[in-house]
Every structure is written in C-alpha cells, then in structure tokens.
C-alpha cells in the first residue's frame, strides 16, 4: 500500500508560480514512474507530467510544456511540480499518482490540491 499526500496548492494570480509537492510513503517508489495529472470543475481528469524515478527522464502535456517542470528526491520519496507562469486555465485540482504504467494509469492517487489561478 502507498499513500501519497499533496501539499503546496493555493489561489494565485495570472503569472504567478507556485511548487507542489507530494510525499509517498508506505513503500519505497524507486524504478516506478510517478506523475501529477489535475482536473478542472466540469473536465475529465487529465496527464500533466510524469517523471521516471530511476532514469531522471520527463514527459509533459502539451498545455504545460515550458512552464511546468516535475521533478524528484529519491531519498525524501518526494516528487515535485513547479509551476511558473500559471494562467487561469491551470485552474483544477491537482492530484499526485504512481506507479505510473501505459495509458498513463496509476495504481495510487493522493488526495488532491487545489490550484486557482486568477486573471
């Protein structure tokens, strides 16, 4: 079992940046790929960014790309999400998920956290 807790969200205005974090614990995530996907008020849930714990290699949604950047401390078990330059459109629920596998289904979701980004 691994239990995965976000932290780090809040209400921000256009521009602004903030970092996500979420700590697993329950299990040692190493050579799993772990990943931040978010939902929107009335959206399906979708991918973000995903980050492979052992190869340090990344992947992002397109809507992210150059302005979001996930990260990882395999010694902390944490993993990261700095967002910079938000846009009111990067308003959603953020949720924490791993292992990451194809489809980009996850086997653990955290709680989520809640991003609002104002114009």
């Known amino acids: 079992q691994v239990q995965l807790v976000e932290s780090g969200g809040g209400a921000v205005q256009a521009g602004d940046s903030l970092r996500l974090s979420c700590a697993a614990s329950?299990?040692?995530?190493?050579?799993?790929?772990m990943g931040w996907f978010r939902q929107a008020p009335g959206k399906e849930r979708e991918f973000v960014a995903v980050?492979?714990?052992?190869?340090?290699?990344?992947s992002y949604a397109d809507s992210v790309k150059g302005r979001f950047t996930i990260s990882r401390d395999n010694a902390k078990n944490m993993v990261y999400l700095q967002m910079n330059s938000l846009k009111p459109e990067d308003t959603a629920v953020y949720y924490c998920?791993?292992?990451?596998?194809?489809?980009?289904?996850?086997?653990?979701w955290g709680q989520g956290t809640q991003v609002t980004v104002s114009s």
């Open positions: 329950g299990r040692t995530l190493s050579n799993y790929r």
């Open positions: 980050i492979s714990w052992s190869i340090d290699s990344t």
């Open positions: 998920a791993g292992p990451v596998g194809p489809g980009f289904r996850a086997d653990y």
